[in-house]
């Protein structure tokens, strides 16, 4: 795959995580195209189901765009869902209204079975949603691409759904691992080959969110969350060389500084439970930073959104940094609490 890569514009995230510091920095959210929109929530039901707007690249570029003309955010995630890869491995995947994800738990059988052969074909239509947005999207604005971190969709496919603890999941790591590396193994594959294909098909950053990272003991989070981790880069870098990724192991609390050290990733998420000396004194001199306000500030808003704000400015924005949540935006947030937050952070000089 012969990629030619942008160079980042002067103003954008890709530019943060390729070395510069900007002041103001660059914000935009996870899931900022999303139910707290009202624009968003009218294409959603004409698109049917969750899966089908995902599987639709005229809509789901749609409401990729709608937070960008709303807010005018840095950059563009695109509308997809961390489980299209195992969609694309043909496993059956349901989002149910009011309840969320649902696959059929898979057992050795299925693990056996998972091919990725298909994975390329399969997710075409996140590809031509990529290409669809960046033809509209402003060229200072960064696309960003995404996919879920390998134990992260581990913990669905064998749970077949989000449960408190990912017990399952655990479970099975525990008691069977060479099974449960075989997983991760055909995950890592097909997470290189949706991340190679987002960048080729125009997003200028990917992201790996790794959302389950902080229930996993200090082995575990070695073997589960870094060490694939490390390898969907080197393949991604082997397919787009100099390809810019963001790491977001969420929860992972002091293990962040070796997890920033060893994956090789250019920039690191943190949640809004990082202290932000810790992230200041020992991940910014290591790569960039992307957080860490508290999603339930947001919601709540008013002066304690403000010193929120403030403080993570006054603690992270002389470095290399992203603003932005410490997870995704909820869907009761009001739409005036993110226009406030866009220009508190704007109005930032110093």
């Known amino acids: 795959m012969n990629v030619t890569r942008r160079v980042p514009p002067p103003r954008s995230v890709a530019a943060v995580l390729s070395g510069e ?6 914000i935009w959210l996870m899931r900022q195209a999303g139910r707290y929109l009202p624009e968003y929530r009218a294409v959603r039901a004409e698109a049917g189901s969750f899966l089908d707007l995902c599987r639709d690249p005229e809509r789901a570029a749609e409401v990729t765009l709608q937070p960008i003309r709303r807010f005018d955010f840095d950059a563009a995630i695109v509308f997809s869902d961390i489980l299209m890869v195992p969609y ?71 749970g077949g759904r989000g449960i408190p603890d990912q017990a399952p999941a655990r479970l099975l790591a525990a ?22 294909g987002q960048l080729e098909a125009g997003a200028d950053v990917v992201q790996i969110f790794d959302s389950w990272a902080g229930i996993l003991n200090e082995e575990d989070f070695d073997r589960w969350s870094i060490a694939p981790t490390r390898e969907i880069v080197r393949r991604v870098r082997a397919l787009v060389p100099g390809a810019r ?39 910014q001199p ?21 010193r929120a704000i403030d403080g993570i400015l006054a603690g992270l924005a002389a470095g290399r940094f992203v603003f932005n949540l410490g997870h995704g935006i909820l869907p009761e947030t009001p739409i005036g609490h993110v226009e406030r937050l866009v220009e508190r952070v704007r109005g930032h000089r110093s």
């Open 175 to 196: 008691r069977e691992p060479a099974l449960f590396q075989t997983l991760v193994d055909r995950l890592v594959e097909a997470s290189a080959i949706s991340l190679a």
């Open 286 to 306: 290591v790569v960039a930073v992307q957080g860490n306000l508290d999603p339930l500030v947001l919601l709540a808003g008013g002066d304690r959104l403000d």
């Open 88 to 158: 694309a491995l043909g496993r059956d995947v349901r989002f149910l209204e009011g309840e969320g994800p649902r696959l059929d738990p898979i057992d050795a059988a299925g693990i056996d079975a998972l091919d990725v052969a298909p994975v390329a074909t399969a997710l075409r239509p996140l590809f031509e949603t990529l290409v669809r947005v960046r033809d509209s999207l402003s060229p200072e604005k960064t696309l960003i691409g995404f996919c879920g971190a390998p134990w992260t969709v581990a913990t669905y496919m064998v």
């Open 245 to 283: 990724i963001i790491g977001f192991p969420k929860g992972a609390g002091l293990r962040l500084e070796r997890y920033a050290r060893e994956t090789g990733v250019d920039g690191i998420g943190i949640d809004w439970t990082t202290p932000l000396d810790y992230a200041r004194d020992r991940l």
């Open 21 to 26: 510091t900007l002041l103001p920095p660059p």
